[in-house]
């Protein structure tokens, strides 16, 4: 899970739906490259980068889950 992109999202008041018509794509795939299933192209991370703010590298990471926390 990318959970600083979801967690920049979220602080922004936007949903899934609002940051894939912003992205201009659909809202199933925008949930994959939330969830980290999907990469996305370089030019959807610029424009998240432009819309949350934070640099692509931080909104990219993926996170796994409780194994991160030990």
């Not at 979801?6 to 490259?33: C, D, F, P, W």
């Not at 703010?53 to 030990?70: M, S, T």
């Amino acid at each position: 899970m990318r959970e600083n992109l979801k967690k920049a999202r979220k602080e922004a008041g936007m949903t899934q739906k609002q940051v894939a018509e912003y992205l201009k794509v659909s809202e199933r795939h925008y949930k994959y490259i939330e969830s980290g299933q999907v990469v996305g192209n370089i030019q959807l991370w610029d424009m998240l980068e432009d819309l949350f703010n934070i640099h692509q590298r931080v909104l990219r990471e993926i996170h796994h889950g409780k194994e991160d926390n030990q």
